[in-house]
Nanobody
Framework: QVQLVESGGGLVQPGGSLRLSCAAS??????????MGWYRQAPGKQREVVAI?????????ADSVKGRFTISRDNAKNKNTAYLQMNSLKPEDTAVYYC?????????WGQGTQVTVSS
């Protein structure tokens, strides 16, 4: 199985920045990572995609975060970590952010990290 550990959430003022990290580890090696991404869920709303980066480095962003958020990935040997750099944060970015990893053996989610944008 694949375990995901997220970090980097917190409280920030509007216009501020945060960087989220998602470190993936696995007890097996007979699979391939297909994509890593970030989703978010605000209170009373459905979970939505924020950004996805594929194993081929293709990147997709939600329209609401284009130009403000940047997803990146460190897939050096024995290390699979995804980052989400969030700039110019707005109150509407407030949500629980979840890391997601798609592999050839399954789809995995992190525990979520709270991001609150408020003055």
């Amino acid at each position: 199985q694949v375990q995901l550990v997220e970090s980097g959430g917190g409280l920030v003022q509007p216009g501020g920045s945060l960087r989220l990290s998602c470190a993936a580890s696995a007890s097996r090696s007979d699979f391939n990572y297909l994509a890593m991404g970030w989703y978010r869920q605000a209170p009373g709303k459905q979970r939505e995609v924020v950004a996805i980066i594929s194993s081929g480095a293709l990147i997709t962003y939600a329209d609401s975060v284009k130009g403000r958020f940047t997803i990146s990935r460190d897939n050096a040997k024995n290390k699979n970590t995804a980052y989400l750099q969030m700039n110019s944060l707005k109150p509407e970015d407030t949500a629980v952010y979840y890391c997601n990893v798609k592999t050839t053996v399954g789809n995995y989610w992190g525990q979520g990290t709270q991001v609150t944008v408020s003055s």
